[in-house]
């Protein structure tokens, strides 16, 4: 999907992003044959989740975990939720959740993480003509995330600074361009969508100028569930071998 079909897609985001709510808990046993896979994820993150004119989720995360299901012999089932909800929803509300989930320690605690399927890093959104440029200026700005996202961890490190948390990211991109946030940390490829959404209103500025440190994204499953973990690595290892993850890779990331 090409950046500006996403940037109007995004507004259709913004507007069913609220009737989409969380419904029924999961009563499957995952990942065997024929059986239903309760994926939880947060329809608010372009290019990897959002919501279709169809009204459903869709992206490069919701092809990949259908073609997954597909090749370990599972029906996924899409949950759209708050992000900030995924990691405590496993095991109750959903069986797994991709939303372009950085692999982090703190999570770990609660759930394993299948193999890491992309590798992201957090970017900067500034105000056009800001002179926002390296780690020092971020020192005591306002700065806007999407709350429990690596950006907001990373953001609450910054001395001085004072943290907006949204529930969606362009919420906080919105704040910007109305003056109330000075940048947003986002992962990158929301922040390229944002910023070709807002062309004459924010430049985007690489996480490495800041020395943000790379982040695998993966998928992250009940802890100690070693069978489900193993029929969706041999799942992702097999879809990188015969060409279909690349071409995901190709429709959702890089057109
Ligand atoms: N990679 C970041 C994290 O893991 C942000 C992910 C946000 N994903 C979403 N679907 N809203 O914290």
């Known amino acids: 999907m090409k950046k500006k079909i996403i940037a109007v897609a995004l507004t259709a985001v913004v507007a069913l992003g609220s009737l989409v709510g969380c419904g029924s808990a999961s009563n499957s046993s995952s990942g065997s044959t024929g059986e239903t896979l ?34 370990a012999g599972f029906e996924v089932q899409i949950q759209d939720m708050e992000f900030d909800s995924l990691v405590s929803s496993i095991g109750n509300k959903i069986d797994v959740a991709i939303a372009g989930m950085t692999v982090t320690e703190e999570r770990k605690k609660t759930v394993d993480f299948s193999d890491s399927y992309y590798e992201a890093v957090q970017d900067v959104i500034v105000a ?16 806007g995330v999407q709350l429990g996202t690596t950006g907001e961890f990373i953001a609450d490190e910054i001395e001085g600074a004072e943290v907006a948390a949204y529930n969606k990211a362009v919420d906080a991109v919105n704040d910007l361009n109305n003056g109330r946030v000075d940048c947003v940390i986002v992962d990158k490829n929301p922040a390229e969508v944002f910023g070709a959404q807002f062309p ?45 993850y690349d071409s995901l890779v190709k429709k959702y990331i890089e057109e």
């Open 38 to 71: 309760v994926v939880g994820t947060n329809a608010a993150f372009p290019p990897f989740e959002y919501v279709g004119d169809d009204g459903k989720p869709d992206g490069f995360d919701v092809a990949l975990i259908k073609a997954i299901g597909e090749k």
């Open 200 to 244: 004459d209103q924010v430049d985007v500025l690489p996480g490495t100028n800041f020395d943000f440190e790379p982040e695998n994204y993966a998928i992250a499953l009940p802890k100690g569930n070693t069978e489900l973990a193993e029929k969706i690595n041999a799942a992702l290892k097999a879809l990188k071998e015969d060409g279909t």
């Open 128 to 143: 056009k003509g800001s002179n926002i440029a390296t780690a020092d200026d971020l020192k005591g700005l306002k700065i």
